[in-house]
């Protein structure tokens, strides 16, 4: 049962007294009654003396213990943001892991090379007979990467445009344990697989069983977009931002962690152990989901119980109807209907035009990320014949790099130089396509670093172009816009994904870099689009000059 405004601060005076009693001996009620009256000086009238009096009988048996269970149950509404770290770890830790067993496994059981040349691939120092049976390995690998790549983004992409609605529906507690127990699956699978090809020649093509239950019951859509729910369910306007950047953190931190201990432990182990591990951290993850974090539908944060020896868990879970006719809304197609109307309507001045400028920046960068995530390992295995280690170290500083980037370019570029977001996101693109082009031509380890380094403002892109729409488009628009482009964004796999595979093939034997070239020529276009805003704004001055 909801308390009242007022029932914390007499559980804590409560709480305050009952510490006085353990340390001066034995307090009446009388005089616990009378500390309060002497504490509170506005109590005049009999009926707010016999209000006091009622107070103090209905909290006479709390105790310090029940106190502490009471800040344990609001302690429980922050557990959510660990849960994505442990989730992202574990995602990290096997990423290349699985990417490595299918080159391996498609060695042995596609092409039935020797088993002892197909471990040396991925190392250091190798053969040309080594060098020649990569290339011949990796056009195949890279259609299974693109394969997976398109089935985890099916589902996910279709559900996107209704995840809202489900989550209004059915809580955001749900979501997270489907998508957790998507994860978990996953990994599960991929430990049986990984284990079985240890002792027979299991044909990589079964990695894509791992992936059925990530796209049909979890993946990255359902957790964020319940996440993003849950915590602004349970946080106050001011405690938001923190809880968002909260969340922020947790992400790059568990994918640095993740990407760091990789290769370290995949050398002290095996691929089957990296997935054990991966599974059993998402395991402990939506146990700790289930049985310790409340549902947040229709829960404000600071709502408080007024005994917390009613508090009954079942009271937070979320009674699902059996309704048809609600289960039939929940796939209505009138919400994509205004979504694409939100997003397309006419708008004063050149808010339309703007918008749609930014967020088409925005969606090149996405598009290049995907393409890119396809073949980029088989790129640097193909050039620097790095070993997981080395790959998983150079991804960590990789993320590092650009965190610190993204940091100081705000305080440098936004706070110190006062630059405008626009301009701020074409130093971004510029410094995306310095270090496409880096990579493009390099062939020595300390050209890829550098490319880091070309490429440290990279993380600012995405947040001003956001940033650039969500301040021209009126607030109450803005869910249903990002909605709009957070389906078209899990729609761009299937576009980028062939693209890349079928260019990176291609080009194997002759340049294998040349991907990166269309990365830089797509963000040069990019810079294009944000060039056009500059020409918008000037056009309207007093509209846009301080929104961005």
Known sequence: MDAGPNE?????????????????????????????????????????????????????????????????????????????????????????????????????????????????????????????????????????FMTSSI??????????????????????????????????????????????????????????????????????????????????????????PYRMATYEVAVIFGLMMGSFTSGYLYEATNASFVFLTSCCC?????????CFIPESLNRRRFQFIQSVNEVDEDQDLIESTADAGELVRLFDLAAVREMWQTCFKPREYN????????????????????????????????IFHWSIKDFTTFETISMLVSTVGNILGVIILKRILKLSIVHVGILAFISESMGSCARAFADTNWIMYLSVGLGALKAMAHPMCRTIASNVLPTNELGKFFSFYGCLQAFL??????????????????????????????????????????????????RYEERF
């Open 493 to 542: 796999p299937f576009i980028a994904s062939p693209i890349y595979t079928g260019i990176y093939s291609i080009t194997l034997t002759s340049f294998p870099g040349f991907y990166n070239l269309l990365n830089a020529n797509l963000f040069i276009v990019a810079i294009a689009f944000l060039l056009l805003i500059l020409r918008k704004k000037r056009e309207f001055p007093a």
């Open 8 to 144: 914390f601060s007499t559980l804590l005076a409560k709480n305050r007294h009952s510490r006085r009693h353990d340390r001066d001996g034995s307090v009446g009620s009388a005089e616990l009654l009378s500390d309060m009256i002497s504490e509170d000086a506005s109590i005049s009238s009999s009926s707010d003396y016999a209000y006091l009096r009622r107070s103090v009988e209905s909290v006479a048996s709390i105790t310090s213990s029940e106190l502490d269970e009471f800040n344990w149950r609001r302690l429980r509404f922050y557990l959510v943001e660990p849960m994505v770290f442990i989730l992202l770890f574990a995602y990290n830790l096997s990423d290349t892991i699985v990417k490595n067993q299918i080159i391996y496994q498609t060695c042995t059981s596609i092409f039935f090379f020797n088993e002892t040349d197909c471990r040396q691939l991925g190392t250091k120092n190798a053969s040309e007979h080594i060098k020649y049976i990569e290339t011949t390995v990796q056009p195949y690998s890279a259609r299974i």
């Open 282 to 290: 998402i395991f402990v993850a939506t146990c700790i989901i289930l």
């Open 351 to 382: 808010d339309r035009a703007i918008v749609c400028l930014a967020m088409v920046a925005y969606s090149i960068s996405v598009f290049v990320i995907d393409g890119s995530m396809t073949v980029f390992y088989l790129f640097i295995r193909e």
């Open 151 to 240: 089935i985890e983004s099916l589902v996910p992409a279709f559900c996107g445009v209704f995840i809202g609605a489900w989550s209004d529906h059915f809580g955001r507690k749900p979501l997270l344990i489907t998508a957790y127990s998507g994860y978990a699956l996953y990994y599960a699978i991929a430990t049986i697989i990984a284990q079985l090809a240890t002792t027979y020649p299991v044909s990589p093509w079964y990695y894509l069983l791992a992936v059925c239950p990530l796209a049909l019951i979890g993946g990255s859509v359902t957790y964020s977009v319940a996440t993003f729910c849950y915590i602004s369910d349970v946080s106050s306007a001011q405690e938001r």
